[in-house]
């Protein structure tokens, strides 16, 4: 069977897990999590980097940041998870979903000005796939309404718009170091501010409310509860193996490209004779092979094609249920606009295995497989 995913392990994470317990410092903040801190601040480039036990962690800490409230309303695409939009309706605001663009599954800036009211707090895209979105554009309706800007960017570590890492752009960004995105620590995330005087809060809320951070660094005597927060830390045995693998982050990054330009260079012509599309990756943006996916003409094709797959030992798998359609989405949230791609591409997409050292085999056997499909 050629999996999905499978975590990247590169070998020599657990001399770092080891190091970690011959240190005895285990809970966050220690020196693992400093390099990775660092390599973030440094690579991106970025004002400041907290490490998050998730990127879910992470969308939450945004949303105290910026003290939402039940009387506030926030703007996502529909087509993201589901974290994306539990993060604000935990603290209450309402979730205004919009329309995506076709092309590249990100939301539609015309469909996010259209959803504004004077309630409108804030404006959260998602960078599919590790494909930015319209981010000059979404930023120009942000300033123009005065509205917050987070980027869950938890696809997008080493992705650029314009030349500018994505998370770096909005108020806040958000990376994810699960086990299916391209660097992992098993669970993870981080929190990018680039919004100067959220700079100590962020501290503050990661470490339960109280002025701990500073009371390491000597700028306090005693530490004390002084906001709202919880437990955001990520532990340092997670640091270690998160620290060995952004280290490698070009090697992981170069093989994952070859993967994906090897499917898109191979599946071409098929997209020639309009019988599937294939990713649309704009001019002025650089994206990090994150993943790889196909459209097919409908929703009927996708299933023989799974299934078809899945008959010849292949996992490929479709992708996000739209969250206004959800159970959760229909009480937290609307739909706002004309669901013009939404749900009708939601329908048709399908992911294909795309992972760290992947074989060229698994991957010619799946091109073969998906062209002897639809030459059937
Ligand atoms: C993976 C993912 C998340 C959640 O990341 P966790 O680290 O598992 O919390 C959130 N948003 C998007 C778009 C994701 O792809």
Redo the contacts with the bound molecule.
Sequence with gaps: MIPFNKPCVLGHEIEAIQQVLVENKLSGNGKYGDFCINWLEKNLPANKALLAP???AALEMSALLMNLTSKDEVIMPSY??V??ANAYALRGAFIKFVDIDSKTMNINPEAIEKAITPKTKAIVV?HYAGVACEMDKIMAIAKKHKLWVVE?A??ALQSKYNGKSLGTIGHFGTF???E??NYTSG???ALIINHLPSNDRAEIIQEKGTNRSQFFRGMVDKYTWQDLGSSYLLSEINAAYLSVQLDSADKIFDNRMETWNYYYNSLKPLMEKEILELPFIPTHIKHNAHMFYIKTKNAYIREQLTNYLKNNNIMAVSHYVPLHSSLAGKKLGVFVGEDRYTTTDSERLLRLPLYYDIKVEDVDYVINCIKAFFNA
């Design positions: 998730s990127c879910t993201t998870f974290s994306t998602v869950d938890a696809q994810s170091f699960h299916t995105k669970e993870g995330g």
